[in-house]
């Protein structure tokens, strides 16, 4: 086993998320200056320094990282060397469980790293199959949405069971993304859902609906760069996640704090229930005013992605 690092991003849904558990299409992009990197080093035994666990592999068992302990262990299979000695150390500047793809990011860079470390080349179907197996366990039923997009070097058009589609973005505009401070539960969400569809089909799937509309409304937006149409897809997205159930008063105060400070649009990004929201802003200097004005209304912590970067790389 050579030395090997495997890197991922940061993942932020444009819009769609939730629906797209139920076929709708959604945007999502990778935010490449959150990045997160697992790096393999030779080692006597099998251990793995990280913010999210240290210890052994074995005991990392009944632990918050199970589920990518069984991946390693899966790998560890995979490449016939159940018995090999490594130390794994996993840095990462995402958040866990704000709705930016932490567990995806982390098994996406983890498989990059044992299959560089084995010297072997990995398609994108093998990450997906692989990242796919630990999201499951994980998060009960993923889109695999997380995955495609903390794995993608550009935004993605996304539908489950499908292979996601590279999307052309917009030449201006800046989102501005805020963290509520409040971890966010995907599978806790996800599942509200499913009980408000059997408990309200028709209301609930009209939600469902949409979502699905304004992410095809706001496809047709990013190409011909009009900012203000995806503004206003964004804000009816996010009413369909208010009736779905899935924002919270910390969400809905910092999506009113950008919307009266310029935004163009603002609603949550990712499963909701806490975790962060976006906003979309016309320029670099507008996304300031509305970074300050989340701050002091309690975000934890903002980021800004410039569109114009995603058209630089
Ligand atoms: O909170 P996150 O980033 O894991 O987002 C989950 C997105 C959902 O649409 C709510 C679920 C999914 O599997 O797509």
New binding site residues.
Partial sequence: MKNATGESFA?I?LL??????YGQP?IALPVKSIRLTASLTDGTDQSIHSSFYTGSLQAAAHTDFAGIADLIAALLKHFNAVDAGFTLTIKSALPP????????ACATAVVRAFYAAFEQPLSRAQLLAWTATS?HAI?G??????AATTSAYRPQWFV?GQAPVPIQFPKNGTLVIADTGIA?Q?KI??GA?AKHLADDPDQTTASIEAIGQATVFAAKALAEDDLLALGTQMDHAQLALQALG?SNAALDQLIQTAKAHGALGAKL????QG?CMIALAQNARDAQTIRQALTQAGATATWQYDFSEERTH
């Fill in positions: 993942k849904i769609g998320e939730h629906a797209v558990v959604a469980e704000r709705g930016m793809g932490s567990s995806a999201e998060h039923n993923p889109s695999g949405l997380d489950k966010g995907t969400a996800v859902v899935v990004t990712g499963s909701g975790g």
